[in-house]
């Protein structure tokens, strides 16, 4: 695997062989069992958006296998007062053995691939966040035993996530049902694709997507870069919340997840998630052990 740009790319097998190996570097963590398979590479970090899970997880990640990882703010970098990514891509090609990148435009990330000769891996964009999801099909598989066949429900904005959460979860033969207000769905040919290669549907009834549902899964209701419309999302998203009443019709055993960061009284009650916290902080958890699995996949 050469670079992780989308999940589109990546097949059933190149999936379950990242989340098999996933699961050993995480056992082999908890054991005290080092690798330092990456030893004498550098990672660099380029984050034009926030974050705590993907910046602490990559970095820890890289240290974890015996290589740096550097942090490069947007802010701070020439890419932020407008040098091209082309040129940059063949810069930092030149000092560096892989880029993470968290930005806007899926366009830069794949241009970053396009024109670098090392390998990218996408940190989160507006259209996509593979990571979070190889992280999510982690901790489905840890809790459930197999993915497939089983219902996964999305409620709420069709974003970065959504997109993800349906190819990863319809590769890996998972049933996808999606609940999101009219104007508000996930992109139109992932959804396409979605029902021509898989169980998918999508629906403004939260109570009808989320019927025998064995993961329920939300996020934000306005993500980074959207926090002008904030006020208005919260009357649009009224009610496109993981609470009792999703809870009740989902299968009694049903678990819970969130990428986080949470709106607690928004996309999810403060109940429902301390109730899940474990399903929850364990997702956050393996974002690591998922992402040290893609580091090794495209560096080694
Ligand atoms: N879930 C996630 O990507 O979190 P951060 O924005 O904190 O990285
Ligand atoms: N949809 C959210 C995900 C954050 C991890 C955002 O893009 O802000």
């Known amino acids: 695997m050469k670079h992780l740009l989308k999940l589109m790319d990546l097949s059933e097998k190149e999936i379950v062989e990242i989340l098999n190996l996933a699961d050993q570097l995480k056992y082999e963590k908890k054991n005290g069992i080092e690798h330092h398979i990456l030893k ?3 990672l660099g970090l380029i984050f034009e958006k926030s974050s705590t ?5 990559f970095e820890v990640g890289m ?3 015996g290589g740096n990882a550097l942090f490069l703010s947007s802010r701070d970098l020439q890419i932020g007062r407008g040098e091209p990514v082309q040129d940059t891509a063949r810069v930092l090609s030149r000092y560096l053995d ?3 990148i968290r930005t806007y435009a899926q366009e830069e990330v794949e241009d970053l691939a396009k024109y670098g000769s090392i390998p990218i891996i996408n940190g989160l964009t507006d259209y996509c966040h593979p990571c979070q999801v190889l992280a999510d099909l982690m901790t489905i598989r840890e809790h ?8 996964l429900c999305y409620i709420g904005d069709g974003n970065n996530m959504t997109n993800s959460l349906i190819v990863g979860g319809i590769k890996m033969g998972m049933e ?3 609940a999101c207000p009219k104007g508000y769905e996930p992109d139109a040919e992932i959804m396409k694709w979605a029902s021509e290669n898989g169980s998918f549907t999508c629906t403004d009834s939260v109570l009808e997507a989320a019927k ?9 209701w306005a993500s980074m870069g959207q926090e002008a419309e904030a006020e208005e999302r919260k009357k649009i998203f009224a009610g496109y919340q993981i609470n009792s009443d999703a809870m009740a019709v989902a299968h009694a055993d049903a678990m819970v997840m969130h990428c986080l960061p949470a709106h607690r009284g928004e996309e999810i009650t403060e109940e429902v998630l301390e109730a899940h916290a474990d399903e929850i902080f364990d997702e956050a958890e ?11 996949k495209c560096m080694l």
């Open 40 to 42: 004498g590479k550098t």
């Open 53 to 57: 899970r993907t910046r602490v997880s």
């Open 63 to 65: 240290y974890d296998l």
């Open 98 to 100: 892989g880029i993470m």
């Open 144 to 151: 459930k035993g197999v993915l497939k066949g089983k219902k």
């Open 176 to 178: 996808v049902s999606v």
């Open 212 to 220: 025998d549902a064995d993961v329920l899964y939300t996020d934000v």
């Open 286 to 296: 393996n974002r690591l052990h998922a992402q040290k699995a893609v580091l090794v």
